[in-house]
């Protein structure tokens, strides 16, 4: 059973990972708009992006990047 539990936590880093790579884009993008801007708006935005990413980083037992 010890393996079927590995599988399934690969599945779960594996899905973090692509939904990671996609938040990154959307931090970077956020990241250029508020150096532009200056806006609270893109603060805004990009902390609830990195928000986001560190919970779900939790969820998958990445606690170190959740920290």
Do not use: P, Y
């Not at 010890?2 to 956020?30: H, K, P, T, Y």
């Not at 708006?41 to 959740?66: D, F, I, Q, S, Y």
């Amino acid at each position: 059973m010890a393996g079927d539990g590995d599988r399934s936590q690969s599945r779960r880093i594996a899905a973090f990972r692509q939904v990671a790579a996609e938040r990154l884009g959307r931090v970077n993008l956020l990241w250029v708009k508020l150096e532009q801007s200056g806006s609270g708006e893109h603060g805004a935005a990009l902390m609830r992006e990195l928000h986001t990413l560190k919970g779900e980083a939790r969820v998958v037992g990445l606690n170190r990047m959740g920290e």
